[in-house]
């Protein structure tokens, strides 16, 4: 209770410090020359134990800070970092590693750090970076790069990846290349956790990281344009896959290993009346340590109602999209497959066979209610709902809570965390 009562303290204290406005990927006021942050209190609220986890109750405070700086037209600079902890046993120790292999969060972690070069067209960046890819809503095939915090793969985010990027753009046509010279893999539950998977019954052995060497170094490159009305992206990957594999190395002796792999992909948007439709397909070709090639793909659709005559509602957003992966061909038969192979690819062993839809309910200005789940239909019919309501204090101090569900038998994909339903609850301070 006290650790808790710190965390709250901690995270909550700064917000009735005096006025500010905002951060990340929202318009700010900045309280400093190119610095801003925020403070969040998060709280997760289960309502059952787990045969491995008897707290129900978790507590998180993040300070998170950013800082950009222009020091010429052509040459300029981003660091953002955080402090953090938890009494949920996933934040330990201060770690500094390149790459990151630590399997919990540092109590202080650089998130990025970018030097950027300009000249003209032409963009060069180093350093500690997250991309975004793909067009897709819940799911992206083609966006390959980042590895995720999966300590909790519901309230997941990506981690950066020491790497250089070059960025030049011709007219409405843009190529970007991605060299990752050290592989950093997600994080994945601990043992302890209410979200570990089962292991095989045997001797599990350690992960076996691809080593830091030439030959491991990792690749990605896009072509990007638009063409009468359409947005289309061409995508190429070369390198592992964040999650591992498990393969069976004797009768009861198991091993995680990372599978090397080709992506190339295709994303597209485009609009037609009212619609926004988008789609994105990636052919995932095996070059080591994997069970199959497999082609994955997401469709879906944007629509946006508004002016609706109502006083309390002004806008109703809905966004429903489909999922689909499919086996083009058996590579490994020592690869175990199936979902108890890959317990924790969230990006992908989610969407094997599965409609996904939010709708985004804009009361007005300042608060909003959003519904989204994802029902599976690889074998028995298996869900996950979130109902979500997002509060506007002020610019600075912001609400978010809501309820986590998920149903289905034991051995679908959501159904193994039926006993994981919470309430969740985070507050926000931007400066």
């Known amino acids: 209770m006290l650790t808790r009562s710190l965390i709250f303290a901690a995270a909550v204290a700064p917000a009735f410090a005096g006025g500010a406005e905002s951060l990340a990927t929202e318009p700010s006021v900045q309280t400093a020359p190119g610095i801003r942050g925020e403070v969040v209190f998060k709280n997760f609220s289960h309502f059952e134990e787990t045969s491995t986890d008897h707290r129900k109750v978790r507590d998180e405070g993040i300070l998170k800070m950013e800082w950009t700086r222009e020091f010429t037209q052509s040459t300029g600079i981003k660091l953002v970092g955080d402090a953090r902890a938890d009494d949920g046993d996933l934040t330990q120790g201060v770690t500094f590693r390149i790459p990151d292999t630590a399997p919990r969060r540092s109590h202080l972690n650089l998130v990025e750090a970018v030097i950027r070069l300009r000249n003209d067209a032409t963009e060069l960046t180093l350093g500690k970076q997250i991309y975004a890819w793909g067009t897709g809503d819940a799911y992206n095939p083609t966006d390959n790069i ?3 915090d999966y300590l909790d793969p519901i309230d997941h985010e990506k981690l950066g990846v020491y790497s250089a990027a070059l960025n030049a753009t011709r007219g409405p046509t843009s190529f970007t290349l991605v060299v990752i010279p050290v592989f950093t893999p997600s994080r994945v539950p601990l043992p302890s956790s209410r979200w570990a998977p089962s292991p095989p019954a045997g001797v599990v052995d350690d992960r076996q990281l691809p080593s830091t060497s030439f030959g491991n170094i990792q690749f990605a490159g896009r072509v990007r344009t638009t063409f009468r009305g359409w947005d289309i992206a061409l995508s190429y990957f070369d390198g592992f896959n964040d999650t591992p594999a498990i393969r069976q190395s004797g009768v009861q002796s198991f091993t995680p290993v ?12 485009t609009t037609y009346r009212d619609f926004e439709f988008h789609g994105e397909f990636a ?7 994997g069970a199959e090639d497999r082609l994955e793909g997401i469709v879906g659709l944007n629509y946006t109602w508004d002016q609706l005559g109502l006083a309390w509602l002004e806008q109703i957003h809905g966004v429903l999209e489909y999922a689909r992966a499919g086996t083009l061909a058996t590579v490994d038969p020592t690869i175990l497959r199936g979902r108890a192979a890959t317990p924790t690819a969230l990006r992908s062993e989610a969407f094997r066979n599965a409609l996904v839809g939010r ?3 804009k009361l007005n200005e300042n608060t909003q209610i959003k519904l989204s789940g994802t029902a599976d239909f690889t074998g028995t019919l298996n869900h996950y709902v979130q109902v979500k309501l997002d509060h506007k204090f002020t610019d600075s101090l912001q609400l978010e809570t ?17 006993d ?7 507050l926000k301070y931007l400066f």
Do not use: M
């Not at 052919?283 to 340590?289: G, H, I, L, R």
């Not at 994981?420 to 985070?426: E, I, W």
């Open 283 to 289: 052919a995932k070709f095996v070059e080591s340590n």
């Open 402 to 418: 809501g309820l986590d569900s998920f149903d289905g038998r034991s051995d679908t994909y959501w159904g193994r965390w039926a």
């Open 359 to 361: 709708l985004q309910f």
């Open 258 to 269: 990372f599978t090397r792999f080709r992506a190339p992909g295709v994303a597209f948007s």
């Open 146 to 148: 980042n590895p995720y």
């Open 420 to 426: 994981n339903d919470r309430f969740f609850a985070f």
